[in-house]
């Protein structure tokens, strides 16, 4: 009897990609991935911000600790 680990001759069903093509899907990969994170960050970016005029003097700020006002 044959062990099943032994290799058998037959035909194959899906060929493997070389390692040229695997390297470029993980390129490709991790540039959408970067894209994308651009793009969410972008678009929370765009959400959060406050619409409408920026004062020209701001009040006191997180950091100041003697307000002019």
Do not use: E
Not at 20 to 40: D, F, I, N, P, Y
């Amino acid at each position: 009897m044959r062990s099943s680990f032994a290799t058998h001759r037959g035909l194959t069903l899906m060929k493997t990609p070389s390692l040229r093509q695997a390297a470029g899907r993980r390129w490709m990969a991790a540039a959408c991935g970067l894209l994308a994170l651009a793009l969410v960050s972008g678009l929370i970016g765009t959400v959060a911000s406050i619409p409408g005029p920026i004062p020209a003097k701001p009040g006191a700020g997180p950091f100041s600790y003697f307000p002019t006002d």
